[in-house]
């Protein structure tokens, strides 16, 4: 049977990274080469209701071996694509053996470092073999490492027939890194009762929070005018724009808040005297504090209206996501049942909640209850990303415990 490493290893070296540009789903074909390569793992392996569909949704069915009718049918989801982020074009991932606590140097014509000084976690797997980039791209664990995990546990159900499982449904989407992981997932076809993502981070995460989400997008038009001539004239759209952002707490920007605080965060702007447009993500894990940001943006922009004109100011928001505890906590067995296989294979769950999104968010108010476990990765979507082997070894293990019949 393969090592988690060595699927790993395997899927990293292959570009799948997303593009939100892109109209398309998926949103770049280089994905495609990794679900086909999954669809003949997974045949090898003996799964059944294998597929592979237009959009680059790969599902199977792992069968049950136990007569026990009222054993839940379990989903295990994960995502192929890496994040646009950063670059994943040759991926050539670096093994350090037995790390001895100080820098971990990626790159050393380049002079890249990672180093505990900067993030002080890695001292926490002194003494692990540990997984790098060479410095020069992401290394792709966002979520190659679940997609390794759960083939590995695969593979391991499949090799020891006689431990007892229900029927376990598997998935492998396309596009999570943009925010489309769930777009044309087919939630009644997959057919399970619940399921989990491996999409997490740090060794022992359990997460069934998240943020609620909105992509808030303002544009202004100017008027351009010669300077020469622009006395009472010219309408600089630049300027009502740094209005705007000015009303907003500068306290509550990603950089400064953690935990259940939520935030305002410009991700985007561009902008001339004739048009400029900002782009913002609101976040927030109440959904009362949510609906008091989006207020806010409605306020700031108003008040810019009745400064400068209605047809000067265009503000639009759009929701993403929501916090999916309200959809776990009607079934909060699935998170017993996940901490007890945790706690059985000596693993401490962290149940933090998760200052992002997960296509499970989704998938939860689609009808499908779908918490989130840890992979074991760190520093996503950059060129320190790392991820200790026996953190990967370990989530297989939960994952089979989750799975086999109590």
Not at 5 to 30: C, G, H, M
Not at 182 to 189: I, S
């Amino acid at each position: 049977m393969k090592s988690v490493v060595e699927r790993f290893l395997s899927y990293a070296r292959i570009d799948t990274q997303s593009d939100e540009n892109s109209e398309s789903t998926p949103s770049t074909e280089k994905q495609l080469i990794l679900a086909r390569q999954l669809v003949s793992e997974l045949e090898k392996l003996g799964l059944k209701d294998i597929s592979l569909d237009e959009k680059g949704y790969v599902m199977a069915t792992l069968e049950a071996n136990t007569k026990d009718s009222k054993f839940p049918v379990i989903g295990l989801i994960a995502h192929v694509d890496t994040s646009p982020d950063f670059t994943a074009e040759n991926v050539n991932p670096v093994i350090h053996n037995k790390y001895d606590g100080g820098d971990i140097v990626l790159n050393q014509k380049e002079n890249i470092i990672l180093s505990p000084e900067d993030f002080p976690e890695m001292l926490n797997y002194k003494g692990q073999d540990i997984i790098t980039t060479d410095g020069t791209t992401l290394l792709g664990a966002d979520d190659k490492a679940g997609v390794a995990e759960i083939m590995t546990a695969m593979a391991w159900l499949n090799e020891h027939p006689e431990v007892k499982h229900g029927t376990v449904k598997i998935a492998f989407t396309p596009d999570e890194e943009i925010g489309r992981g769930a777009d044309h997932f087919d939630v009644a076809g997959f057919n399970a009762d619940y399921a989990y993502t491996v999409d997490g981070g740090q060794f022992g995460e359990l997460e069934y929070e998240n943020f609620n989400a909105a992509l808030a997008t303002l544009h202004v038009t100017g008027r351009n005018v010669h300077p020469g001539t622009a006395k009472d004239k010219m309408v600089n759209s630049m300027l009502p724009a740094m209005e705007f952002n000015a009303l907003l707490p500068s306290a509550e920007r990603p950089e400064y808040t953690s935990g259940y605080e939520g935030f305002f965060h410009l991700i985007d702007m561009t902008g001339n005297v004739e048009k400029t447009k900002l782009r913002y993500l609101v976040r927030d894990h109440s959904m009362e504090r949510f609906n008091h940001r989006k207020i806010l943006l409605e306020k700031a922009a108003d008040l810019l209206k009745t400064k400068y004109g209605e047809k000067y100011i265009n503000l639009e928001i759009k929701d993403q996501y929501f916090n999916m505890r309200e959809k776990i906590e009607p079934v909060f067995h699935i998170i017993d049942r996940a901490e007890k296989a945790m706690l059985a294979c000596g693993v401490q769950p962290i149940k933090n909640p998760i200052r992002g999104g997960t296509d499970g968010s989704r998938l939860s108010y689609m009808g499908l209850p779908t918490p989130n476990l840890f992979t074991g990765g760190h520093n996503f979507h950059g060129r320190f990303e790392y991820i200790p082997i026996p953190s990967m070894e370990k989530a297989v293990e939960v994952i089979v415990k989750i799975l086999v019949v109590d």
